[in-house]
């Protein structure tokens, strides 16, 4: 028997009603807030993830399905299945010259991403992620724009015990200012460092604040090590831009807290970066992830343009969510119980055509079998015997009461 992939999953019945139900207030939300749906390939030239995400994070070094594409008659190229979806939109944008219109441009994605990761709860080879992605607002505004709208989704989905943590990395000129005291500081560890963090620690020094490794932690525990990081480098522009956030923030009444020690995942992040805790199921898990990045369109070849955005795993949201035992949103309106399948098709046509929910039997089975079917499958059941069919009305039972009634008319059905 051939299974799925590991790392991959089929979705399916009331977990695919669930998702839907998260997608659909998605949407509700941001675009109430003026984003725009964009929908990406799932495939790029591998260059706008190397370029883009940076070749420090583990995204690039370890995670992506790339192959080569194209024959002896063909140019041979690299292709690779998004990890994430930032870079894919900032390349539409630069390639559709989106700058052109009057910012801001703001956009809303739900879509499949991949990354060969060792699959464990909530994470998955293939995952999906709800993001949104805003351009060309250099001011704080736009930051506690994100936040808000991340946060008014996460509420719309029954996520209310919310934890909002935010720090500053600073522009390209202090944000190279602290890469250069981090290396300095830890030099003298550099050997203790895990494989990764040496590697980080040419690249970009910052992602070490990031790592989860235990000897890694108990190096920037070390005072001389926590002198460096929780020093105030960032300069008087990007403190002004971080003072505005919180004031934002304050006003909007969304409780936060500064953690020195968030960095994110990915190269292109300046300035604000944020991420959102849930302390669902009695357990703190990050389900939002996300920051500004003012020079990543500059760098895909674009002209400067700042930008915020942010991203969520739908598994790890679905994880967290209160989910019902079953739901009537599966179930179907109505049931056709008869033997005359013609009848019961016709029927079942005209009720689609007004968007009633509605099934019928194939198989000329007993009354009572199609009666069984009718209570798993829907609301009601239309009893369509021969009576029914010469003398033009409904026999209508309520499956859930037991109630029975006749229905003279078709408008009445409906």
Aim: proline share 3%; glycine share 6%.
């Amino acid at each position: 028997m051939i299974k799925a992939q590991r790392g991959t999953k089929d979705i399916f019945g009331l977990e695919a009603a669930i998702w839907q139900g998260i997608v659909q207030k998605a949407k509700n939300v941001f675009t109430s807030a003026g984003f725009e749906e964009i929908k990406t390939p799932i495939f790029e030239a591998t260059e706008l993830f190397s370029r883009g995400v940076g070749d420090s994070s583990d995204i690039v070094n370890k995670e992506m399905y790339t192959f080569s594409v194209g024959g002896a008659d063909k140019t041979a190229s690299s292709i690779t299945l998004r990890p994430e979806n930032t870079a894919g939109v900032v390349r539409a944008y630069i390639e559709h010259n989106l700058n052109r219109q009057s910012p801001p441009q703001k956009f809303w994605y739900f879509g499949p991403m991949f990354r060969y990761e060792r699959p464990q709860a909530g994470r998955q080879r293939q995952f999906h992620q709800i993001g949104v992605e805003m351009f060309g607002i250099k001011e704080a505004a736009a930051d506690a724009e994100a936040i808000l709208c991340a946060v008014s989704f996460l509420k719309a989905i029954g996520l209310n015990s919310l934890e909002v943590e935010i720090n500053s990395l600073g522009c390209k000129k202090c944000k190279g200012e602290y890469r250069s005291s981090i290396k300095e500081v830890l030099a003298p560890y550099l050997e203790k460092l895990c494989d990764d963090c040496k590697m980080r620690y040419e690249k970009n020094p910052l992602r070490i604040l990031d790592c989860k490794n235990e000897e890694c932690q108990k190096i920037l525990e070390l005072e001389e090590v926590k002198k460096v990081i929780y020093k105030d480098y960032i300069c008087d522009e990007c403190k002004e831009h971080f003072e505005e956030l919180k004031k934002y923030l304050d006003e909007l009444n969304i409780k936060y807290s500064i953690n020195k020690l968030m960095v994110r995942g990915l190269d292109y992040y300046n300035r604000t970066v944020f991420e959102i805790k849930s302390s669902a199921l009695g357990s703190q898990s990050a389900v939002c992830g996300g920051g500004r990045y003012d020079t990543l369109v500059e760098m895909l070849g674009g002209s400067p343009t700042p930008a915020v955005g942010f991203a969520m795993g739908v598994e790890r949201l679905y994880s967290l969510i209160e989910k019902p035992l079953e739901s009537d949103d599966l179930k179907l309106d109505y049931y056709i119980v008869s033997t005359n399948t013609l009848e019961a098709m016709k029927l079942a046509s005209k009720l689609r055509e007004k968007n009633v929910k509605a099934d019928y039997d194939m198989q000329k089975r007993k009354f009572s079998k199609q009666l069984e079917k009718a209570a798993k499958a829907a609301k009601k059941a239309i009893i369509l015997g021969e009576d029914e069919i010469e003398k033009g009305f409904y026999s209508v039972k309520d499956l859930k009461t037991g109630e029975q009634r006749r229905v003279n008319s078709f408008d009445e059905l409906v």
